[in-house]
């Protein structure tokens, strides 16, 4: 069948597969191609007399050229053949009711992605790269004329296959699991992720040892999911910051927040920081005496004119 797609594209044309018969009583099996241009059946007809708008986004016109691929198991090899026309009794499907294409470059099937198209565009979006400038690298890289459109429908299709069917938050933990991340997180009644926290293993490895003081700040609504992004950060003995974790929660409570505080207390074991400091958040204030008992709290102040 590929092969009859590539013969049809070199004389202008495109090829799209109908349909597949093998256990209808015929001794042989069948596979049967239509013109792109055609109607899947090849039984609808538009009236040219009807009036009314023409559909523009579409390309068929009810073009009646079909073949199909005869297999012949004896010989191990599949023959191409006409196909009669149900309409045109004696006749064959063998004509176009239009012109072979002027500019195959903008059809997809001639304008399809190599394959070495496809690994550039999957380190690009693995890199987060847009697919607009995904666009400009690779047509300018390989000469070619894809459109937008296809690099947006291959993007989706390169995150679909990636996911390996688990949903983006499954994916998520899963790979932070691989890559060794301390994971923390809580689930709804209907198993959606409402709580979030990852901490990367060389900061664990620095919390252990640097933990006497730790500050908590969090973003509001600041991101696609419009919930908190809370920042855990240490502090070196040569005053130097380290990032601790992030969390993510579904809003800034009481009980967000000590679930919070629960997770950092798990990664620090019998440790006790020595001191916390945060704003005036009045979810966040009210749940460190619930589980950091013998830590001093502290309220960061901004100064202004200074």
Not at 146 to 162: D, G, L, S, V
Not at 205 to 223: C, E, G, P
Not at 245 to 254: H, I, K, P, S, V
Request: aromatic letters at 10%.
């Amino acid at each position: 069948m590929e092969g009859a797609k590539v013969i049809a594209k070199d004389l202008g044309f495109f090829l799209t597969h109908s349909s597949t018969k093998s256990n209808d009583g015929e001794k042989y099996p069948r596979i049967y191609l239509h013109c792109h241009r055609g109607y899947k059946n090849n039984t609808y007809v538009p009236d040219p007399d009807k009036k009314g708008r023409s559909n523009t986004k579409s390309l068929k016109d009810g073009c009646r050229f079909r073949v199909r691929l005869v297999g012949l198991p004896e010989e191990k090899t599949w023959m191409i053949d006409g196909v009669k026309d149900n309409h045109n009794p004696g006749q064959f499907c063998g004509f176009h009711n239009h012109a072979l294409e002027l500019y195959p470059e903008g059809h997809t099937q001639r304008n399809a992605f190599t394959n070495e198209e496809l690994k550039d565009m999957k380190e690009m979006e693995w890199a987060r790269v847009a697919p607009r400038k995904m666009m400009q690298t690779i047509n300018q890289n390989y000469g070619t004329h894809h459109n937008k459109r296809q690099f947006y429908n291959m993007t989706a299709n390169i995150r679909i296959e990636r996911l390996s069917g688990m949903t983006p938050s499954d994916w998520t933990l899963h790979h932070a699991r691989e890559m060794g991340y301390y994971i923390g997180y809580k689930r709804d009644d209907d198993r959606h992720l409402t709580h979030l926290f990852l901490a990367h293993p060389e900061s664990v490895r620095m919390l252990s040892a640097w933990y006497h003081v730790i500050l908590i700040d969090s973003t509001y609504k600041t991101n696609k999911y419009k919930r908190p992004l809370v920042e855990v950060i240490g502090v070196t003995p040569v005053k130097r910051n380290f990032n601790i974790g992030f969390a993510m929660m579904e809003g800034e409570t009481t009980d967000s927040y000590v679930w919070l505080l629960r997770e950092l207390q798990n990664m620090l074991g019998d440790r006790i920081p020595n001191a916390i400091l945060t704003d005036k958040e009045g979810g966040l204030v009210a749940a460190i005496p619930q589980v950091f008992t013998k830590s001093a709290h502290l309220l960061c102040i901004s100064v202004y004119g200074t």
